[in-house]
């Protein structure tokens, strides 16, 4: 219809101007100005159109909710270990570990080693509290085919009497306000549940005389 309305302006136009009557040229311009007014609607119309693009709502993503399943581990409580005076190393032996899959979590004074997908099966070795810290940044984990070494620099040099911290049970409590002659019970009792059968012979024989009368001491019968 628009191009209709163009070529009907463009013929009038051309009548307007060889026309010489008044009352012809003054229909012919009546009509054009009509035409004129079509043709503007049309155009809006056909620009309203083009402009106003028709709107598809956007369906919203469903979104899946991946739920992690809970690794199961099996322990690995059985492993060898050595040491010389600057490092600790550690044993595990275990065959098929990719170094891809492994999880470590080394602190001061703490190890968490994990090895994912071993052969269908993941496996944890952990030492919760080491005998004295280490040096957690100079660590170092080679994966062997049938064994895995973990290194662990130590914190300050010498010897470790155990991979794992235990108490002193020999150190006495020190409290104030405790009675002494209880923190000397706790340590022959410390020393009679670590010492051989020839020190809890020497140590139920103070205790006997100390209860008897003899010594009023109970180390007494050990010196």
Request: aromatic residues 4%; neutral net charge.
């Amino acid at each position: 219809m628009a191009d209709d309305l163009v070529l009907d302006l463009a013929e009038l136009r051309h009548l307007q101007s060889i026309s010489k009557r008044p009352r012809v040229v003054s229909l012919i311009s009546s009509e054009i100005r009509n035409l004129e007014k079509l043709s503007e609607e049309a155009g809006s119309t056909v620009t309203s159109q083009t402009s106003t693009p028709s709107i598809v709502p956007t369906p919203i993503p469903t979104a899946k909710v991946v739920s992690n399943p809970v690794l199961n581990y099996v322990t690995l409580a059985s492993f060898s270990w050595d040491q010389d005076n600057d490092k600790i190393k550690i044993y595990v032996s275990l065959e098929g570990v990719n170094q891809e899959k492994m999880e470590t979590d080394i602190k001061p004074m703490s190890i968490d080693m994990k090895f994912h997908d071993v052969q269908g099966k993941n496996y944890r070795c952990a030492i919760p509290k080491l005998n004295k810290e280490i040096v957690p940044d100079k660590c170092k984990v080679v994966v062997k085919p049938t064994r895995v070494i973990i290194t662990l620099p130590k914190a300050s040099k010498g010897n470790w009497l155990d991979l794992h911290f235990k108490e002193d049970k020999l150190k006495p409590n020190m409290d104030k306000d405790r009675d002494p002659m209880a923190g000397i019970m706790d340590l022959m009792k410390n020393m009679y549940e670590e010492g051989d059968d020839e020190m809890k012979k020497t140590i139920a024989k103070a205790w006997t005389d100390a209860r008897s009368g003899k010594a009023a001491d109970p180390l007494m019968g050990n010196r």
